[in-house]
């Protein structure tokens, strides 16, 4: 599975954006899919996971009630949708795919990765 990230950018706080992570090859609906970021000089953290058939999600706390995570897997996508963004949030965000549940929170369990893409928030 390749993974390719979009739809990062700049952003005041409280805006919004929509982070897509588009896949290739035919076996996407097999996999669960995570996001994660990665502030500078900080390392990479989970953010959401979306289980293989888009019905379950799980989020870190920070994002709760903020960001959603959906996936279309007719088309080979996966979302974040980011509310209510804060200066904190500013960080590369990339998508992970793995065989493992939504509540997978570990980088190391995850088989594939995207190439990220930057979210900064002014304040």
């Known amino acids: 599975v390749q993974l390719q990230a979009s739809g990062g950018g700049l952003v005041q706080a409280g805006g919004s954006l929509r982070l897509s992570c588009a896949a290739s090859?035919?076996?996407?609906?097999?996999?669960?899919l995570a996001w994660f970021r990665q502030a500078p000089g900080k390392e990479r953290e989970f953010v959401a996971g979306i289980s293989w058939t888009g019905r379950s999600t799980y989020y870190a706390d920070f994002v709760k009630g903020r960001f959603t995570g959906s996936r279309d897997n007719a088309q080979n996508t996966v979302y974040l949708q980011m509310n209510s963004l804060k200066p904190e949030d500013t960080a590369v965000y990339y998508c992970?795919?793995?065989?493992?549940?939504?509540?997978?929170?570990?980088?190391?369990?995850?088989?594939?990765w995207g190439q990220g893409t930057l979210v900064t928030v002014s304040s």
């Open positions: 090859g035919d076996t996407f609906s097999s996999y669960a």
């Open positions: 992970a795919a793995g065989v493992k549940g939504a509540r997978t929170t570990l980088t190391y369990e995850y088989d594939y």
